[in-house]
């Protein structure tokens, strides 16, 4: 290649680079928290299954930028499931993040975004749950396999006590949010949260009503076999949005699984995972952390106005299956109060990862 090749393709790609640029904001200032909460909203949203989750702490952010285009945020977030079941309308601000003694559960997500018309839209996410292994008490609560059979027992017999009590309504199992067992003198103690639904019985036989306005709520049991106590808190059935930016409507209740005794290979697991999606093919924007790992890939599109608690789509989107195309989420929320001025230049230096939220 001659001189003068040289020059033009230095040239070239120099003009590329400038066209193109990179910008990393600091991990707690308002345009990157703006950022995360609108990823936790609509990874909540997608999740279909469990507990909503809260974030903890922002990773790292990038903004790409090019002249007549969209900026492009690529965002890594570190979310905690909280006590909130997915069907439940409360906002997660006002959910309480479990304890690690309780054996919290981790969500690492990579989200990308684009901001188009001042507002941002996700077009492509991939998410790890696992859980969180580190400062477990001896003798603390364990979690259990959701299939796990002497648990489900258990679950059904708090389920007929809290039926036994009720008067003109019959409820069914819905979902089984969470079950462990902790061992104390007189045998193993469980503790069980499960979701119920307003039923329909005919011959002792009762399934859950599928109508949005049927009574839902979720259900925690203690006890010792027989020995238990069962207390239950109905959801309310429609709700007006929490987000102020939100143009109307009411939140309706995703559909979830209904446990039967064909259990799924999912229900082996010990807690419900955040929904799996992601496209690298095409944006090619995840880190190569995520990229790595095995997940469904699913393709991001049909854009869809969603307020920021947006509930989960109709769709069965658990972590076990993920088919068909899941809509683009554009959110729109206040951004977060900026936090106080840090001085430490350690930070100044190193920008992120963020703040700690919880733990």
């Given at each position: 290649?001659?001189?003068?090749?040289i020059?033009?393709v230095?040239?070239?790609?120099?003009?590329g680079?400038?066209?193109?640029?990179?910008?990393?904001?600091?991990?707690?200032?308002?345009?990157?928290e703006?950022?995360a909460?609108a990823a936790?909203?609509?990874l909540?949203?997608?999740?279909?299954?469990?507990?909503?989750?809260?974030?903890n702490?922002i990773?790292d952010?990038?903004?790409?930028?090019?002249?007549?285009?969209d900026?492009?945020?690529?965002?890594?977030?570190?979310l905690?499931e909280t006590?909130?079941?997915?069907l439940?309308?409360?906002?997660?601000a006002?959910?309480?993040?479990?304890?690690?003694?309780?054996?919290?559960?981790?969500?690492?997500?990579?989200v990308?975004?684009?901001?188009v018309?001042?507002?941002?839209?996700?077009?492509?996410?991939?998410?790890?749950?696992e859980?969180?292994?580190e400062?477990l008490?001896?003798?603390?609560?364990?979690?259990?396999?959701?299939?796990?059979?002497?648990?489900?027992?258990?679950?059904?017999?708090?389920?007929?006590?809290f039926?036994?009590?009720?008067?003109?309504?019959?409820?069914?199992l819905?979902?089984?949010?969470?079950?462990?067992?902790?061992?104390?003198?007189?045998?193993?103690?469980?503790?069980?949260?499960?979701?119920?639904?307003?039923?329909?019985?005919?011959?002792?036989?009762?399934?859950?009503?599928?109508?949005v306005?049927?009574?839902?709520g979720?259900?925690?049991a203690?006890?010792?076999g027989?020995?238990?106590t069962?207390?239950c808190k109905m959801f309310?059935?429609?709700?007006?949005?929490?987000?102020?930016?939100?143009?109307?409507?009411?939140?309706?209740f995703?559909r979830?699984h209904v446990?039967?005794q064909n259990?799924?290979?999912?229900?082996?697991l010990?807690?419900?995972?955040?929904?799996?999606?992601?496209?690298p093919?095409?944006?090619?924007l995840?880190?190569?952390?995520?990229?790595s790992e095995?997940?469904?890939?699913?393709?991001?599109?049909?854009?869809?106005?969603?307020?920021?608690t947006?509930?989960?789509?109709?769709?069965?989107?658990?972590?076990?299956s993920?088919?068909?195309?899941?809509?683009?989420?554009?959110?729109?929320?206040?951004?977060?109060?900026?936090?106080a001025?840090?001085?430490?230049?350690?930070?100044?230096?190193?920008?992120?990862?963020?703040?700690?939220?919880?733990?």
């Amino acid at each position: 290649m001659n001189r003068l090749s040289i020059a033009v393709v230095l040239g070239l790609l120099a003009l590329g680079c400038a066209q193109l640029g990179v910008r990393q904001p600091e991990c707690d200032s308002p345009e990157a928290e703006e950022a995360a909460y609108a990823a936790q909203d609509y990874l909540n949203g997608q999740h279909a299954h469990g507990y909503k989750y809260a974030l903890n702490r922002i990773e790292d952010i990038k903004i790409l930028t090019k002249p007549n285009a969209d900026d492009i945020y690529v965002v890594e977030v570190d979310l905690l499931e909280t006590d909130c079941h997915v069907l439940d309308p409360t906002p997660v601000a006002n959910c309480t993040v479990r304890p690690k003694a309780l054996t919290s559960v981790e969500g690492d997500c990579d989200v990308v975004m684009k901001r188009v018309g001042g507002v941002l839209t996700v077009t492509a996410f991939k998410c790890k749950t696992e859980e969180s292994t580190e400062d477990l008490c001896l003798g603390c609560p364990t979690l259990l396999p959701l299939n796990d059979t002497t648990a489900l027992n258990f679950v059904h017999a708090s389920l007929a006590t809290f039926n036994n009590n009720t008067v003109n309504t019959t409820y069914s199992l819905l979902e089984v949010g969470r079950m462990s067992t902790q061992i104390v003198s007189g045998g193993p103690r469980y503790l069980a949260e499960y979701v119920i639904a307003e039923a329909n019985c005919t011959d002792d036989v009762c399934v859950p009503l599928n109508d949005v306005m049927a009574s839902r709520g979720i259900c925690t049991a203690k006890g010792l076999g027989a020995a238990h106590t069962v207390d239950c808190k109905m959801f309310s059935v429609m709700v007006p949005p929490q987000d102020a930016n939100s143009t109307g409507g009411s939140h309706i209740f995703p559909r979830v699984h209904v446990h039967t005794q064909n259990m799924t290979r999912k229900h082996g697991l010990r807690h419900h995972k955040l929904t799996s999606l992601h496209d690298p093919h095409a944006t090619g924007l995840l880190s190569s952390e995520s990229a790595s790992e095995s997940a469904e890939v699913v393709s991001v599109a049909t854009p869809a106005v969603l307020n920021a608690t947006a509930p989960a789509p109709t769709a069965d989107t658990s972590s076990a299956s993920v088919s068909g195309e899941v809509p683009v989420a554009v959110v729109k929320r206040d951004v977060p109060d900026a936090p106080a001025t840090v001085t430490d230049p350690v930070l100044l230096i190193a920008p992120c990862p963020g703040r700690v939220r919880f733990f």
